[in-house]
């Protein structure tokens, strides 16, 4: 069965510094795709960045990048110049490729404060 | 558009009562999931839909019924709550499977007494 670890509770980072989310997944799949949502104060869950297993290059999404290192099946996030408006819960998960089922297996999330 | 909708944002109920949440979407979507999530936990799937008229079960479905009559709404129904399902249940709607983006409502905080 699959599954999604991250390792770090919390994490703490200062305004405009640079902050990196673990996480890591368990799969015998070849097909499949990765995500980080954020969750703010509000509960309402947002889509920050995806990446495809099939391709080699990280995804970026203007100050949110990805290192997707798929043989150590190690998915972390990068948060650069970090804002205010980036404290939050986020969440990685999995979810498989369009042979698999329609599980999507999430983390149980890392509390993300920044501090002014 | 308003994306994702649902109904109620809060409730309480004793152990025993039944009740329905509403979701519904404006997007044109064919696939909607209903998700729960517990402290410390990340989501869990209860049950989702590939199309109207279609519903199958997830990771946790024992204790809910879903339905899917309408294309643009799926209900999730709790026959007789147990404290155990108190959580936040999030409904989320995509256009297809896999890559394509899930858009998820605002969630229903749930409180079984």
């Known amino acids: 069965a699959q599954t999604v670890t991250q390792s770090q509770p919390e994490m703490s980072v200062q305004e405009a510094e640079t902050v990196t989310l673990s996480c890591t997944y368990d799969?015998?799949?070849?097909?499949?795709?990765l995500f980080w949502y954020k969750q703010p104060p509000s509960r309402q869950m947002i889509l920050v960045i995806r990446?495809?297993?099939?391709?080699?290059q990280n995804a970026t999404e203007n100050r949110f990048s990805v290192n997707f290192q798929k043989a150590a099946k190690s998915f972390s996030l990068k948060i650069s110049d970090s804002q205010l408006g980036d404290a939050a819960m986020y969440f990685c998960?999995?979810?498989?490729?369009?042979?698999?089922?329609?599980?999507?297996?999430f983390g149980a999330g890392t509390r993300l404060f920044v501090k002014a | 558009n308003a994306g994702v909708t649902q109904t109620p944002k809060f409730r309480v109920l004793k152990t025993g009562q039944s009740m329905t949440l509403l979701c519904a979407q404006d997007?044109?979507?064919?696939?909607m999931y209903w998700y729960r999530q517990d402290p410390g936990m990340g989501l869990r799937l209860i049950h989702y839909?590939?199309?109207?008229?279609?519903?199958a079960k997830g990771e946790v479905p024992d204790g809910y019924n879903v339905s899917r009559l309408k294309k643009q709404n799926f209900l999730l129904g709790l026959e007789s709550a147990a404290p155990s399902q108190t959580s936040v249940y999030f409904c989320?709607?995509?256009?297809?499977?896999?890559?394509?983006?899930?858009?998820f409502g605002p969630g229903t905080r749930l409180t079984v007494l």
């Open positions: 990446q495809e297993a099939y391709k080699q």
């Open positions: 839909s590939v199309g109207e008229g279609t519903t």
């Open positions: 997007m044109n979507h064919e696939y």
């Open positions: 989320a709607s995509s256009y297809g499977r896999s890559v394509h983006e899930q858009f």
């Open positions: 998960a999995y979810r498989p490729g369009n042979t698999g089922g329609f599980k999507t297996i």
């Open positions: 799969t015998s799949e070849s097909d499949y795709y």
